[in-house]
Each structure stands twice: as C-alpha cells, then as structure tokens.
Nanobody, 128 residues
Framework: QLQLVESGGGLVQPGGSLRLSCAASGITWPNYAIAWFRQAPGKEREGVSCIDIRGGNIRYVHSMKGRFPQFTISRDGAKNTIYLQMNSLKPEDTAVYYC??????????????????WGQGTQVTVSS
C-alpha cells in the first residue's frame, strides 16, 4: 500500500524559502506521476508542480501554466522522495500543500481527481 507523507511546512516571512518533502513508501510502480497541490482557506485545491516517470524517463513540470516560476520540483529516487523548493514566498502562497500520486496517469497533470493516493498535507504560512 502506497503512503505519502509530506513534511517541511512551517511559518516563513515574505521573500523567504521552504523546501517541502513528500516521502513515498511502498511505491513499486515502474511508471507513475506525482504532483504537488495546495489549498488555501476558502479556495479550491490547485495544482502546483508535477513529475512523471515512464520507461525510465523522468519529466519535470515545475510550474502549472507558468504560474509558479519560483517553485521547483525534484526527486531523489534512492529515497523515493519528491521535493518542492519554494522561493520568494508571498502571503498568497499560504496554504496546505499536498502531494498526490497515481500509477496510471501519464502525463502528469493538475486535475486532483486523476490522483488516487494523497498525503495528509503540510501547512505553509507566509507572514511577517
């Protein structure tokens, strides 16, 4: 059974940086997609970044529609961990950040209903 555990959230001042981690335990798929989503209070969940792995090729999509140029997604295959590096954070980046995974999805996308597995989320608060 796949489990996703996010960590790395916290309180940061505007302009600061955070690196979120998503540890994927139990993943044995040769091909899969993993995405970062976020949900701010009173707003819909939105996709941020994603990666997909197929046939040994890894594709990184750092920013959905170019909206998050300050975010970078990366992967440590040995640790089965996906990271989201967030720089130049703004108060509007305050949200709960989730990682999600799916075995069949290719290419990765930002539709939350396409992902079967979700982590519990980690809170990011950007405030002075």
């Amino acid at each position: 059974q796949l489990q996703l555990v996010e960590s790395g959230g916290g309180l940061v001042q505007p302009g600061g940086s955070l690196r979120l981690s998503c540890a994927a335990s139990g993943i044995t798929w040769p091909n899969y997609a993993i995405a970062w989503f976020r949900q701010a209070p009173g707003k819909e969940r939105e996709g941020v970044s994603c990666i997909d792995i197929r046939g040994g090729n890894i594709r990184y999509v750092h920013s959905m529609k170019g909206r998050f140029p300050q975010f970078t997604i990366s992967r440590d295959g040995a640790k089965n961990t996906i990271y989201l590096q967030m720089n130049s954070l703004k108060p509007e980046d305050t949200a709960v950040y989730y990682c999600a995974a799916d075995q069949r999805l290719f290419p990765c996308d930002y539709e939350d209903y396409d992902y079967d597995y979700w982590g519990q989320g980690t809170q990011v608060t950007v405030s002075s």
